[in-house]
């Protein structure tokens, strides 16, 4: 089945920085990659995805980048604000499969 | 348009004790999903169900049982509660397209004493 490794699991910015998540997955059949974001007691929540056929997404301060060959894909975010400060998770799912696979999550804390 | 509801917000159980967990969406979803959540483990499937009377195990199903009997509501069973279940219990629906994201619950907080 598929694997997909997180890291850092724990990253700390100073507001205004920016902060890079990396995930890997194992099968190459992957073709949809989320991201969710999770604030303290709260859900997760989508706050970007992108589908194989795309290397690079972006909305305002958070873009994805898709290295399909080395089989990882990434979560940048740049001008780091407080309110960023939450658990990020990456899940990497397959063509036909409805169950995606999570990494362990990050959780970015962004000193003022 | 309330997304995915969960029943209760929080509970607090004493070892052996049943409760279930309840799980409702508005969102006409086919799949819907059960989690839990524990410090430093991600989130780990516990069952899952892709459509209306179907359920199917996980990657840590022991000591849970499920039921989809309506489209738009999933249960989550706990026969004789154990504090290693003690958790954060994320409920989520997903549409039919396989490159949809998850929509999930506010989460139900389970200790078990």
């Known amino acids: 089945g598929e694997n997909v490794e997180q890291h850092p699991s724990t990253l700390s910015v100073q507001e205004g920085d920016s902060a890079v998540i990396k995930c890997t997955y194992s099968?190459?059949?992957?073709?949809?990659f989320p991201w969710y974001k999770q604030e303290l007691g709260k859900r997760p929540q989508l706050i970007i995805d992108i589908r194989s056929n795309v290397g690079e997404k972006k909305d305002q301060r958070i873009a994805v980048t898709l290295n399909k060959t080395a089989k990882h894909f990434s979560l940048h975010i740049t001008e780091t604000q407080p309110e960023d400060s939450a658990v990020y998770f990456c899940?990497?799912?397959?063509?036909?499969?409805?169950?995606?696979?999570f990494g362990r999550g990050t959780s970015l804390i962004v000193h003022p | 348009n309330a997304g995915v509801t969960q029943t209760p917000k929080f509970r607090v159980l004493k070892t052996g004790q049943s409760m279930t967990l309840l799980c409702a969406q508005d969102?006409?979803?086919?799949?819907m999903y059960w989690y839990r959540q524990d410090p430093g483990m991600g989130l780990r499937l516990i069952h899952y169900?892709?459509?209306?009377?179907?359920?199917a195990k996980g990657e840590v199903p022991d000591g849970y049982n499920v039921s989809r009997l309506k489209k738009q509501n999933f249960l989550l069973g706990l026969e004789s509660a154990a504090p290693s279940q003690t958790s954060v219990y994320f409920c989520?629906?997903?549409?039919?397209?396989?490159?949809?994201?998850?929509?999930f619950g506010d989460g139900t907080r389970l200790s078990i004493l």
């Open positions: 989520a629906s997903s549409g039919l397209d396989s490159n949809q994201p998850q929509h």
């Open positions: 099968d190459s059949a992957s073709n949809y």
């Open positions: 969102m006409n979803h086919e799949y």
């Open positions: 899940a990497a799912s397959m063509a036909g499969s409805y169950i995606p696979t």
């Open positions: 169900s892709v459509g209306e009377g179907t359920t």
